[in-house]
């Protein structure tokens, strides 16, 4: 069975495709250049992994390419392309437009190309398409798989992490209607799996140097920080493990239950202190050298988050997440290991 992964190259997806080809999937993967396609084949060295070029996945029938030439063979289409950044002064052309597009145009050239082949298709969405920040820190919300973030286009152009929201919402709306204007032209099932923050190593020791992918910098940062350092407490969500979220996108296309479903994967909470609790536990020659943390300002901030119930997930996965502590040690041992540090 052949699976097609866009973005292969990204912390994600590196660990998506990883888990296909150990499971015993064919993969086509996208990337943006020949030299990160070079850089992927050669980490693999897989006999059954073909790498493709799709240098701007906002351009219009971006996917076109890539499924009139292999669309045939393609049973499952992972698509977790997507900008995760906050480098823009152009939140619609950097952050919102590729999102939005590039879900589209990948739903088009399947229904185009590939109607009678691709019988699963997941989108990498998020929670940040679930909830919106102001939503998280109120109590007195309960959030489940139902819950939508309400912005609006207007909202999502105010700054990059409010377009970042944004993208997530508008793309994985974008999904949900085009099944829905398809409904009875297409064959393929969507499930979407929505992640809070993801932690975690990267796949590739070589990636794990000079700046992270946007979630796992948090981490890197908090390893190089100082004593002096002020601790962002702002900064409180979920976390998953990226091997869990790996693990996911292959559930959500395996299994009959996760069928026209949103995965909202969440292992717990947490905020910057709990981070260093870690690292200092887990690190002694850390301990006294980075940032600290106050424990009653970080448990008052944990307690007045949002519930959530993502129970209906967790029956569909039928795995246990990873713990934060495990998490939050892979994801700084490998930095400290490839600094030469551990
Ligand atoms: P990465 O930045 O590592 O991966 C993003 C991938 O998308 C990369 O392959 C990147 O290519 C590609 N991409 C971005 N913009 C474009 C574009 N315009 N054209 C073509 N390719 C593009 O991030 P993650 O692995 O963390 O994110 C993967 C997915 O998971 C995203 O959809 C993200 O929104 C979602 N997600 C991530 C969470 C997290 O905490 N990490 C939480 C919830 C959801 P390149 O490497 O060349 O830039």
């Known amino acids: 069975c052949t699976v097609f992964v866009s973005g292969a190259n990204g912390f994600i997806a590196s660990h998506v495709v990883n888990e296909l080809l150990s499971s015993g999937y064919k993969v086509i993967g996208s990337v943006r250049s020949q030299a990160k396609a070079d850089q992927l084949l050669e980490h693999f060295s897989h006999p059954e992994l073909t790498i493709s070029i799709v240098s701007d996945i906002s351009a219009a029938a971006a996917f076109d390419e890539i499924f009139s030439k292999y669309g045939q063979d393609i049973k499952v289409v992972l698509h977790t392309a997507s900008p995760f950044h906050y480098d823009t002064e152009d939140c619609e052309k950097d952050l919102l437009q590729p999102a939005v597009e590039g879900t589209k145009s990948i739903l088009q050239a399947i229904k185009k190309y590939a109607a009678h082949s691709v019988e699963r298709v997941v989108i990498t969405s998020s929670d940040a398409a679930v909830t919106s920040y102001e939503s998280d820190i109120d109590p007195k919300n309960l959030h489940t798989e139902d819950s939508w973030n309400s912005i609006t286009w207007e909202e999502a152009c105010k700054d990059a992490e409010a377009a970042y929201y944004g993208s997530k919402t508008f793309a994985e709306r974008a999904a949900w209607e085009f099944m829905h204007e398809n409904e009875g032209k297409i064959n393929f099932k969507l499930s979407t799996v929505n992640p809070v923050w993801v932690f975690g190593p990267q796949l590739s020791d070589s990636n794990a140097t000079g700046r992270l992918n946007t979630s796992c910098q948090y981490i890197n940062d908090l390893v190089h920080s100082?004593?002096?350092?002020?601790?962002?407490?702002?900064?409180?969500?979920?976390?998953?493990?990226?091997?869990?979220?790996?693990?996911?996108?292959?559930?959500?296309?395996?299994?009959?239950?996760?069928?026209?479903?949103?995965?909202?994967?969440?292992?717990?909470?947490?905020?910057?202190?709990?981070?260093?609790?870690?690292?200092?536990?887990?690190?002694?020659?850390?301990?006294?050298?980075?940032?600290?943390?106050?424990?009653?300002?970080?448990?008052?901030?944990?307690?007045?988050?949002?519930?959530?119930?993502?129970?209906?997930?967790?029956?569909?996965?039928?795995?246990?997440?990873?713990?934060?502590?495990?998490?939050?040690y892979d994801t700084a041992a490998q930095v400290l290991k490839v600094e030469g540090r551990l």
């Open 226 to 328: 100082t004593p002096k350092t002020k601790l962002d407490m702002s900064i409180a969500g979920g976390y998953v493990d990226v091997r869990d979220v790996a693990r996911a996108h292959l559930a959500a296309f395996q299994k009959a239950a996760a069928i026209g479903q949103r995965l909202v994967l969440c292992a717990g909470r947490f905020t910057l202190v709990n981070i260093v609790d870690v690292l200092d536990k887990r690190f002694p020659k850390l301990k006294g050298k980075i940032a600290s943390g106050d424990a009653e300002e970080s448990k008052k901030l944990l307690s007045s988050l949002a519930r959530y119930d993502y129970s209906k997930t967790n029956h569909i996965l039928e795995f246990e997440f990873l713990p934060f502590e495990k998490t939050i």
